[in-house]
């Protein structure tokens, strides 16, 4: 098919030649040898009359006219692969499809085993993969790249729906051996501890530093590590305090050698919500793996595990 004298089949080619910014990995992607996907390229630039991708050293680097081209491309890539996916109808016991979160390893371990439990007897032929949670989460689903994000609403994208799943408390974890007396930390040791601290490996602040900077606390941070469930094992056999959601520090205090004490004033509480992509609202696929998502929250809010969120309109 053409538009405007353009074979549209070289869209997708150059969606693909942006994103991985290769031709030889463009063309394994798209199931096609590379002097296919080289002629692409040429066909392309004779269309724009622009380079659009010039080799530098071992990579390649985008003209501006293709980072000018990039997002919008990339949405109407997104949104055609929604269409065609997307199924009328959707029976959960037959699906074999895929589905990807974006989410931090705190939010995996917290409530994805619950999730999971309930996908093992109503999907079991469906397949779930994670990946990690970045510095703006929301552009893994604005490039088709994840289905569903779960992170706190802060960093979500105004641009997409959302709803609130579940709001989080803050407690301290501790050596089990450590002198805190009734399970509380005073204000003056807990300013003058040494902090472990959970800070995004691609930059950006995680929502315990905003927290901080929000109730003007200015904490020592003695060792900075990429992910909140190591927190606790980094604060046992030492004098060291760590800040951790207090859903994961009931998971992890279980493993032993650590205990929960209460911190010397009140820190806000994180809502976690769940989003997706605008192009994805009437999948009927997605919207039941939403709804197994709320439903593993509510198991976990009966059993006090977290703390259910007010619903709210998509």
Not at 26 to 33: K, V
Not at 122 to 129: C, L, Q, V, Y
Not at 263 to 272: G, H, N, T, W
Request: aromatic content about 8%.
């Amino acid at each position: 098919m053409r538009f405007k004298n353009l074979d549209l089949n070289l869209l997708v080619a150059l969606d693909t030649l942006i994103r991985v910014r290769s031709v030889s990995r463009a063309a394994e992607e798209m199931f096609i040898t590379q002097s296919a996907m080289s002629n692409a390229l040429g066909r392309l630039r004779d269309y724009f009359d622009d380079a659009l991708l010039t080799q530098v050293g071992r990579s390649m680097e985008l003209s501006p006219l293709a980072m000018s081209l990039e997002q919008p491309l990339r949405d109407i890539i997104v949104r055609i692969e929604a269409a065609v996916v997307s199924a009328p109808s959707f029976e959960p016991e037959d699906s074999t499809r895929n589905f990807s979160f974006v989410l931090s390893d705190y939010t995996m371990l917290a409530i994805m085993p619950a999730f999971l439990q309930r996908l093992t007897s109503r999907a079991p032929g469906i397949r779930i993969e994670f990946k990690p949670q970045q510095i703006y989460p929301h552009l893994l689903l604005e490039r088709g790249e994840a289905d569903l994000l779960i992170a706190p609403t802060t960093f979500c994208s105004t641009s997409h729906p959302m709803e609130p799943l579940y709001e989080e408390k803050f407690c301290c974890v501790v050596d089990s051996d450590a002198p805190f007396p009734d399970g509380q930390i005073s204000e003056a040791d807990f300013l003058s501890a040494r902090h472990v601290m959970m800070c995004p490996p691609n930059g950006g602040d995680s929502f315990t530093q905003r927290a901080f900077e929000r109730i003007g606390v200015k904490v020592r941070i003695d060792v900075m590590t990429y992910s909140f469930s190591s927190l606790p094992f980094l604060v046992k056999g030492t004098s060291r305090i760590a800040v951790i959601q207090r859903s994961l520090a009931k998971v992890l205090e279980k493993s032993g050698g650590i205990r929960i004490v209460e911190l010397p004033f009140a820190l806000p509480k994180m809502e976690q919500s769940l989003q997706w992509h605008d192009s994805r609202k009437r999948d009927p696929a997605l919207a039941w793996i939403r709804e197994q998502v709320r439903e593993a929250v509510r198991s976990l809010a009966l059993g006090e595990v977290i703390e259910q969120a007010s619903p709210a309109t998509a």
